[in-house]
């Protein structure tokens, strides 16, 4: 084992730069190294964290940046210059040999105080285009990690390694399908949609699946079965979404959310999801076929490039919410789940298209730093 040591990584503010920053801080604890995380001040961050008693964290006070000439500017430069100082005094007593950045303006001023107390630091970038904050923090950092090796056009003459996009370790391992199917109450043997839209822009998913539903109900496959539905909507419709399903007597099973993803995945023949980096890290981890509806107003239309990333790798169809019509959207379900040749080679595809062990592979560049 390694001679333990103290390392710093920034990630909060949105579970996809939260999520992933966790599991590299699970593998370092692994390697038996200390992890001080420096997340934000949004719940989302705390009810993430309550379940890591093992990790340090600091709040700092950064948020998004406005346009220039955005009344909200002079706070927005408050915030970082209190975030900055804090991580420089936080540096001085807890001595990190390294600061990984996991994306977003929280990940700005730590990045900026590591470089100018001389402390190796590094940024991950997991969409496949990069937003304006890490376009900037990727100055002050010694490499920039790669969820997708097409982002590197995002940071020109900076030095670049492709490293996938760090999966939780407690999503937990693939299940047989009839064992994960029936932790739903859904039949073990019956094709099986997973539909998730997320906390964030989950409307229009759900929406166009209360549409496309009457175009389901008389779904069989080619052995006569009919379809069941794992519908996760987000923070509303679960209950328009269960009484849906219901008068168009497809099985389902609905809720805001589920907290064992492993189950969900493990269940599902195809998927239905946005495009966050996050969201396709684990459709990866789990090998699925999926069709892609992008949040349409995503920054940097990040998850349309995300999302062109698997369709072009053969992992995914992509979908524009705008243009999606509910009768050829169900009609492109019913194809992809009776044809089980293409399904297995969109499957092998979203297996490969990123890289196996990100966590690992991060960690390893930390550590590497570190000697």
Known sequence: MAVPKQFVIACGGTGGHLFP????????????????????????????????????????????????????????????????????????????????????????????????????????ESNAIAGRANRLAARWADRVLLGIERCEASFPGRACSVTGTPVRRDLGAPLPKGEARAAFGLDPDRPTLLVMGGSQGAAGINQLLFRAAPHLRDFRDAEGRPLQVIHLTGDRDDNLAAINYQREEIPAYVAAFHHRMAEAYSAADLVVSRAGAASLGEISQFGLPSLLIPFPFAAE???????????????????????????????????????????????????????????????????????
């Open 21 to 124: 920053g966790l599991a590299v801080a699970e593998e370092l604890h692994q390697r038996g190294h200390e992890v001080l995380l420096l997340v934000s001040e949004k719940e989302i961050d705390a009810v993430a964290l309550r379940e890591h008693a093992q990790f340090r964290r600091e709040k700092l006070p950064s948020i998004g940046m406005p346009a220039v000439l955005s009344p909200a500017f002079p706070r927005f430069l408050k915030r970082s210059w209190d975030s900055f100082s804090t991580c420089r005094k936080l540096y001085s007593r807890y001595r990190p040999v390294a600061v990984l950045g996991m994306g977003g303006f929280t990940s700005a001023a730590p990045l900026l105080a590591a470089r100018t107390a001389g402390i190796p630091c590094f940024l991950h």
């Open 301 to 371: 239309r990040h998850q349309h490039r995300n999302a062109e990333a698997f369709r072009d790798a053969g992992a995914a169809e992509m979908i524009e919410e705008k243009e999606a019509d509910p009768a050829a959207f169900a009609l492109l379900i019913k194809n992809l789940l009776e044809d089980g040749r293409r399904r297995e080679r969109m499957a092998a595809a979203a297996a490969s298209v990123l890289p196996r062990g990100a966590a690992a592979l991060v960690a390893d560049v930390l550590e590497g730093a570190a000697r």
